[in-house]
Nanobody
Framework: QVQLVESGGGLVQAGGSLRLSCAASGRTLRTYVMAWFRQAPGKEREFVAAATWGGSTYYPDSVKGRFTISRDNAKNTVYLQMSTLKPEDTAVYYC????????????????????WGQGTQVTVSS
């Protein structure tokens, strides 16, 4: 079992930055792909970023160049650095984990992830 706890959300003005953290406990993250998703009011949960345990990262076009996912396997922690934030980035952000067999595997659909945090609210004001 993996337990995930997010932190770092808050209110920020458009153009600002925030860094989210996801602390994992229960198991080492070494063989897990880690990801961030977000869900805005009235919308479906969407993929934001993924980091394989081999070191590769993936982003959708909506956040590419603005968001950076990183992982510190020694600290069992995953981060999401968000820059140049826009009001449309407002959402609850969730950390997710999925155990994988390959260091290059990653998923961009929520159904593939079996472990989730409780979410942290990010609000970007215009």
């Amino acid at each position: 079992q993996v337990q995930l706890v997010e932190s770092g959300g808050g209110l920020v003005q458009a153009g600002g930055s925030l860094r989210l953290s996801c602390a994992a406990s229960g198991r080492t993250l070494r063989t897990y792909v880690m990801a961030w998703f977000r869900q805005a009011p009235g919308k479906e949960r969407e993929f934001v970023a993924a980091a394989t345990w081999g070191g590769s990262t993936y982003y959708p076009d909506s956040v590419k160049g603005r968001f950076t996912i990183s992982r510190d396997n020694a600290k069992n922690t995953v981060y999401l650095q968000m820059s140049t934030l826009k009001p449309e980035d407002t959402a609850v952000y969730y950390c997710a984990a999925a155990r994988v067999a390959s260091s290059s595997s990653y998923y961009y659909t929520e159904q593939q992830y079996g472990y989730w945090g409780q979410g942290t609210q990010v609000t970007v004001s215009s």
